[in-house]
């Protein structure tokens, strides 16, 4: 029990821990840095979808073409439903996206934010329930690292810009660690929603890998790819899968 509450926690501590940078920090995040760490954090979570969940949904017991193929489509259609349905605001953005809304651009900023935490909470609590079902608890611990290790520049990312928009130091930290409550809480919900259908694990585990790459795709790289300097975010997505595959591959 205590190993669990440690993996689902540490993602909400690496984004605490890069929310603070806005203590430390005077001026917002540099182009350069902020296109290396979008790269860095989309290279992470395109390997955990790939190494930490698809490959294991195929090679589990009940898994295969059908639960992969349906559980991914799932993910997408989930993320693509909530970014519908959710008025929210993206980093840099002008306009909002969702329905009209009388949101401040603070609260629509943190709202695009705990969209984007949402699966990858999703992920660490599925592979912690297949710890029951093959999975080892080692692997386990390699996504929630690797989130944890990517959400310290996202939760930078999140806090910096609030304090440019004049939120005070305090009031941008709170912001973008509350955006990270939203990943335990994921996290729960799936290892919840696991024990009482073991056997769509196959599913879950797919479901949690489309999730997290609709984040990627829809958000994360037109985001780098805007402007200059986008070569940083293509070393920054190299960085990012290649260490995520290492620590999944060593770990697991």
């Known amino acids: 029990m205590t190993a669990l509450i440690i993996g689902i926690l540490l993602p909400l501590a690496g984004t605490m821990l890069g929310s603070a940078f806005v203590f430390f920090m005077k001026k917002d995040i540099p182009d350069r840095l902020q296109k290396t760490l979008l790269g860095f954090a989309s290279g992470v979570m395109v390997a955990a979808s790939i190494w930490s969940l698809i490959i294991p949904g195929l090679e589990m017991d009940g898994g295969g ?56 909470g999703m992920a660490v609590g599925v592979v912690f329930a297949g710890s029951d079902y093959g999975l080892t ?93 986008t070569n940083l975010s293509t070393i920054g997505f190299a960085l990012g899968f290649v260490l995520m595959m290492v620590m999944d591959v060593v770990l697991g």
């Open 65 to 120: 073409i059908v639960p992969a193929s349906v559980g991914f489509l799932a993910g997408i259609g989930f993320l693509l439903l909530i970014d519908e349905l959710t008025p929210h605001l993206h980093v840099g953005a002008a306009n909002a996206e969702g329905p009209r809304s009388r949101l401040s651009r603070t609260a629509m900023l943190a709202l695009a934010v705990t969209i984007h935490n949402l699966p990858e």
């Open 137 to 229: 608890l080692s692997a386990a611990f390699a996504v929630s690292i690797g989130i944890a290790v990517q959400n310290i520049p996202e939760g930078a990312i999140i806090s910096m810009p609030m304090y440019a928009a004049g939120n005070s130091r305090w009031r941008s930290f709170f912001i973008g660690t509350v955006s990270g409550v939203v990943e335990p809480i994921g996290s729960i919900a799936i290892i919840l929603l696991a024990s009482a259908l073991g056997v769509a694990l196959p599913y879950l585990l797919a479901f949690a890998a489309g999730a997290m790459m609709y984040v990627v795709v829809e958000d994360l790289i037109p985001e780098t790819a805007q402007g200059k300097h």
